[in-house]
Each structure stands twice: as C-alpha cells, then as structure tokens.
C-alpha cells in the first residue's frame, strides 16, 4: 500500500523567509504532484514532476524529484502572505488507472 | 472550457437519505475520478474510471456507487446517508497525468 507523508503538518514563518516542505512516499513512483489549496476552494496545481532529478520552479516556489530517495520537496523563497495555503503533494503510484495517493498536507501560514 | 464542473455546491441531508452528485469535464479526458477530504485531511479516493464503461474501486468506495455512461459525466451515488460520509467531495479528470479538480460539493449528513 502506497503511504505518502509530508512534514511539516503547520509552519508558520515570517515574510522574507526561506523553508521547505517534504514529502516522502513508500514505494516506487516516477511521478508526483504539488498541488495548492485555498480555504474552501479546490486544488489547483502547481508542478507536475515526470521523472528523477526533475526540477520546476514558479514565483518563489521550486519544486524536486528524487526517487531513490523516494522524495520530493517544495522550496519557498522569500515568502509573502499571498503563499499562505495548505499545499498538498501526491503520488501516482504506477497504476493504470493513474490513481493518486495525497499527503496530508502542510498547512503554511505567512505573517507579515 | 468550462473544466469540471460539480453540483450542487453545498447539500444537507438527513441520515438514510440518498442523493447523486454530479460530475462533468468537457476536455474530452478519458480518466475520472471522485474524492472525498475530510477536515484537515489529505484527499483520499472514492472511485475512478478509465473510460466510458469503465469504473473500479479506490481507497474508500463503501457507501457509494459511480457509473459512466458518457466521456463527460461521472455522477456519484450515496444510498443510505450516514454521518461517517459528511466531507468535502472533489470529481477531477485527467487524459494522461496531471488531474484537474471541480469545485467542489461540501456534504453535511444529520
């Protein structure tokens, strides 16, 4: 059975700051998914990483594929209040059906 | 495109009742998918298809049944409403990987 967690659960940092968020998965997998959320609103997403060693970046977040390691991290530089959400990463765990498997978020928290 | 669309938004329902929500993409994708995140929680997967005809389990399929009929639409069915299925229910669609998600209908059982 394929677990997904991600770590942290919460951050809170302050704007200008730099953190990571990790995710770690149990099996082998080439493709993972960041995704954002919004309080009450859908997931919208933000990189899609096809294979290892990938690396995509947007704005101030970067995101990174290692699967031997079996993890990804998304890299927050500098941030501002506007990236307060709770991000979510998944995996696609081979299948045909290209199921995926969610962490449990990490919910970040901004302050001015 | 419109993408995918859910209704109804929101939906209060009384214990044993029984409600179909309802799905539909127009980007033409093959795959389908429903849901549901309770508060505070990752997503977690109810049913899924693969193409017209085409349905199977995910992760927590008891209480609910799905049919798919046309490329577009992908309703999902509650029979017997137990508080347990109060949640947030997302239908996504995809043609190879990257998933893209409804609004959303936000599922109260009393």
């Known amino acids: 059975e394929l677990k997904v967690e991600q770590n942290p659960l919460f951050l809170s940092m302050q704007e200008g700051k730099n953190y990571t968020i990790y995710c770690n998965y149990s099996t082998t997998s080439d493709r993972l998914y960041w995704y954002r959320q919004d309080p009450g609103k859908s997931l919208e997403s933000l990189f899609v990483l096809l294979s290892n060693g990938a690396v995509k970046q947007e704005g101030r977040l970067m995101a990174s594929l290692d699967t031997k390691a079996r993890l990804s991290t998304l890299h927050i530089t500098a941030a501002v209040h506007d990236l307060s959400a709770t991000y979510f990463c998944?995996?696609?765990?081979?299948?045909?059906?290209?199921?995926?498997?969610f962490g449990g978020g990490t919910r970040l928290m901004v302050k001015p | 495109n419109a993408g995918v669309t859910q209704t109804p938004k929101f939906r209060i329902l009384k214990i044993g009742q029984s409600m179909t929500l309802q799905c539909t993409q127009d980007m033409n994708h093959n795959y389908m998918y429903w849901y549901r995140q309770d508060p505070g929680m990752g997503l977690k997967l109810i049913y899924y298809?693969?193409?017209?005809?085409?349905?199977d389990k995910g992760e927590v399929p008891n209480g609910y049944n799905v049919s798919r009929s046309t490329t577009e639409d992908f309703p999902l069915r509650l029979e017997l409403a137990a508080p347990s299925q109060t949640s947030v229910y997302f239908c996504a669609s995809s043609r190879a990987y990257e998933q893209y998600f409804g609004p959303g209908t936000r599922l109260t059982v009393t």
């Open positions: 998944a995996v696609d765990g081979n299948n045909a059906g290209n199921m995926l498997t």
């Open positions: 298809s693969v193409g017209a005809g085409i349905t």
